[in-house]
């Protein structure tokens, strides 16, 4: 297998380009905010890494849905090989030039827009919960503007997309923090960059989002069955405890204590 950065895959072709923004799932490298909100007991580094693959191949199966697409990733160089075996052939992997967030997603843009004008949307490996309608719907706003982002709840994105690269855009500090967007929305401007949103959606960062996407999967699981298949076990095997995190949470004693 190629170890040059890239595993190269047939492009589809496509002006529309879906590119997830992922890490090998390895233990204490994928989800650490999560697991840093949630008790070692009730969650640990390997359970956490099991889920991670789960977000994974929802969220692949998920860009995979959508027609006309070509779908790739973007990781880190040393993540290239192991992503690629779990991603299958039709899915190009790339590296990254750079390390952390903001270099990744600069290298996405670089990467994939080209003389052609393509629109491209970077999102989250973590995003299987996401309706397709979103993401279709991001792909629409682009073709009528020069940027769109979906802002979460917490004052960050989910979801960036563009037609060309503007490698300031994502320069400087401030990704993860509930900065990042309006970060993002004063780089635009200052590159009198128009800019669309898509709608407003949730990571899984820390636990309550956990509790959330457990929730909300319990009712359609179909929405994406690996991940609602892990938290029914999971929380088959945590018991009564759930219950009472959940109780607590919806009174408003306590959230985020590392129980569903």
Known sequence: MKSSGEIVVRSSGSDRVLVIMAKAPRPGAVKTRLASS???????????????????????ALARSLSEVEVAIMCPGSDVNELAQLAGSDVRVVAQKGGGLAA?????????????????????SDSPHLPRSVLEDAFETLAAHDVVVGPTHDGGYYLVGAKACHPTLFAGDGMGTGSALERLLSRARTLELSVGFADPFYDIDVA??????????????????????????????????RTTSRTRSRTGYRTGTGEL
Request: hydrophobic letters at 45%; one cysteine or more.
């Open 38 to 60: 949630l008790s070692p007991a009730s969650l640990s580094p390997t359970a956490v890494t099991a889920l991670y693959c789960c977000f994974l191949e929802d969220t692949l």
């Open 208 to 241: 309550d989002d956990l509790t959330r996407l457990a929730e909300e999967l319990r009712l359609a699981p179909e929405r994406a069955p690996r991940t609602a298949g892990w938290l029914k076990e999971w929380e088959l095997a945590a018991g009564p405890s």
């Open 104 to 124: 990744g997603l600069t290298s996405v843009f670089a990467h994939f827009a080209g003389a052609h004008e393509r629109r491209i949307i970077a999102f989250n």
